[in-house]
């Protein structure tokens, strides 16, 4: 896998979006697989408060950048904090710590604060802690949570890539379609935009190509309904352990080429 993004200073910043459960996390975890083969530095950041990503990875979580921020909190208000403290200092310390290394890659989970508190308060970090971390890492993927926030909040208009997946229906298409629109709205410019159009089964794929072609958004893979990804599904085993020479890893592979490359 050649590519010339992944050279820079800065990591280039993949971000994958869309409706909730349409593939997002398949997506995801099958560019960390294939990225982390390359022997490049790559941090994964699960950025769904209903956080699947981890197991998708296999990787077990401890803490989250939620429970950090918790933790930050209790120990502020109990007078923990050593005068003359830098609170910001703190949580990026503390931040760094919930970094999670495997052999392959690094990941990192947004998770959402306990009790009541604002899930929109951890992800609002989440634009500081790409730019802290851009410069240790070679490509960053994030799985963002399902919808249109993140770009409302603009906690995604750093990214370089950003890559919309879809099923084939109806409010799946709709919600891409709308996220290229709001993204053009907001003047979010995003280097590369692409769609993904997932879970196709092959009767359908012609008219799902037509239909897709008038959202606007760039189609640079199409993913069929795929039986193994069932199975693993089914038996809790994590995607990332799909074999390299599986129809998603492969078609993956197609659309990291093409996303790098071009
Ligand atoms: N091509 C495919 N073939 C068969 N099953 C698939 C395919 N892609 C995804 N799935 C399955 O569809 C379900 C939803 O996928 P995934 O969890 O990746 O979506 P998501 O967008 O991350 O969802 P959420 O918004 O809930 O986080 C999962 O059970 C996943 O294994
Ligand atoms: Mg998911």
């Known amino acids: ?22 593939g997002k996390t398949m997506v995801s975890s099958t560019l960390v697989k294939l990225l982390a083969q390359t022997g490049k530095d790559i941090l994964a ?21 939620g429970d950090v921020r ?6 502020t208000a109990a007078g923990n904090i050593p005068a003359g403290a830098n609170k910001w200092d703190i949580l990026d310390y503390k931040i760094m710590e919930s970094v999670i290394e495997t052999p ?18 951890v992800n609002n970090m989440l634009r500081k802690i790409i730019e802290t971390l851009s410069s240790n890492y070679d490509a960053i993927v994030i799985d963002t949570e399902a919808g249109l926030e993140h ?34 709205e907001l003047e ?3 280097k590369k935009l692409y769609l993904v159009l997932n879970r196709v089964k092959k009767e359908d794929e012609e008219e799902l190509r037509n239909k897709v072609a ?49």
Do not use: W
């Not at 896998?1 to 349409?22: H, P, R, Y």
């Not at 998770?111 to 604002?118: A, D, H, T, V």
């Open 188 to 190: 979010i410019n995003f």
């Open 70 to 75: 918790e933790e930050l909190k209790k120990d």
């Open 45 to 65: 950041i699960d950025a769904d408060p209903d956080s699947n990503l981890p197991e998708a990875l296999g990787v077990p979580v401890e803490k989250t950048v």
């Open 1 to 22: 896998m050649v590519n010339k993004f992944i050279n820079g200073v800065d990591a280039v910043i993949i971000a994958v979006s869309g409706k909730g459960g349409t």
């Open 104 to 121: 392959g890659f690094d990941l990192l989970v947004m998770g959402r604060p306990e009790g009541s508190g604002c899930y929109c308060a």
């Open 214 to 262: 008038e959202i606007g958004i760039d189609l640079v893979g199409l993913i069929y309904e795929d039986a193994l990804i069932s199975e693993y599904d089914m038996e809790g085993k994590p995607l990332i352990e799909l074999p390299d020479d599986s129809y998603p890893v492969k078609t993956v592979s197609e659309i990291v080429d093409k996303i790098l490359n071009s």
């Open 151 to 184: 770009l409302s909040r603009r906690t995604t208009q750093n990214v370089d890539i950003m890559l919309v997946v879809t099923d084939p229906s109806h409010r799946g298409i709709l919600t891409a379609q709308r996220i290229g629109e709001l993204a053009k």
